[in-house]
């Protein structure tokens, strides 16, 4: 079976530009989590959808949005690019959301230049 | 407020000898689960072991173990017999499950394996 996957890996992009990074989560899982990972440090959680619906967001601007769809891909998107959005993006999956195991995409590294 | 921490920045293990990383947390929450994940160089987390909080027993998963100690909100992870390939960034977190649902990580410790 394949494991979560992200595209693209690498991304460039300018200040004030938007960007979509995608997650294919693992076949059978039903929820999906955002975090951002910026050079350094672990981990920050940005969202989390259930069956399409958002299931938690963390404390990130409005400038951060996701949606989840039918087939229980998942989309993040980010408005008016910023330096400091410069990280890794991963995706991650799980059965449901108080599944014991949480299973990480490769990440997408954007850089904002 | 900082829930995980990892106070060790980095470590040095020599091969085929056990190693500690250490896992303190806070959480008033009574449900809660907590992960170890392994990052290599090429960025993707690597799922290591989970351990419940209503769990009694230590979760092994082959040569990782997690020796939890919930009154004192401790949940070190002990690799035996390291290899060269378990040089990593080690990141332990915890997801409260009735509080939004998010997985809080940790800073994270860089394991180093020395041949």
């Known amino acids: 079976d394949a494991g979560v996957t992200q595209s693209p890996t690498h991304l460039i992009k300018t200040r004030g530009q938007q960007v979509t990074l995608r997650c294919s989560p693992i076949s059978g899982h039903k929820s999906v989590s955002w975090y951002q990972q910026v050079l350094g440090q672990g981990p920050q959680f940005i969202f989390q959808?259930?069956?399409?619906?958002?299931?938690g967001r963390g404390n990130f601007p409005d400038r951060f949005s996701a949606r989840q769809f039918p087939n229980y891909s998942s989309e993040l998107n980010v408005n008016a690019l910023l330096l400091g959005d410069s990280a890794l993006y991963l995706c991650a999956s799980s059965v449901d959301t108080l599944n014991t195991e949480a299973f990480f995409g490769q990440g997408t590294r954007l850089t904002v230049v | 407020a900082q829930k995980i921490t990892q106070t060790q920045p980095g470590m040095f293990v020599q091969e085929k000898e056990a190693v500690t990383l250490d896992c303190t947390y806070d959480?008033?929450?009574?449900?809660?689960?907590l992960f170890w994940y392994k990052q290599p160089s090429s960025g993707e987390m690597i799922f290591l072991i989970y351990q419940g909080s209503y769990d009694e027993q230590n979760a092994t998963e082959g040569r990782y173990s997690l020796n939890f100690q919930k009154a004192r909100k401790s949940a070190n992870l002990v690799i035996s017999a390291s290899q060269l390939g378990d040089s990593a960034m080690y990141f332990c977190?915890?997801?409260?499950?009735?509080?939004?649902?998010?997985?809080?990580f940790g800073a994270g410790t860089r394991l180093t394996v020395k041949p």
């Open positions: 977190a915890m997801r409260e499950i009735y509080n939004n649902n998010d997985m809080r």
């Open positions: 959480t008033s929450d009574q449900s809660y689960g």
């Open positions: 959808y259930y069956e399409k619906e958002e299931r």
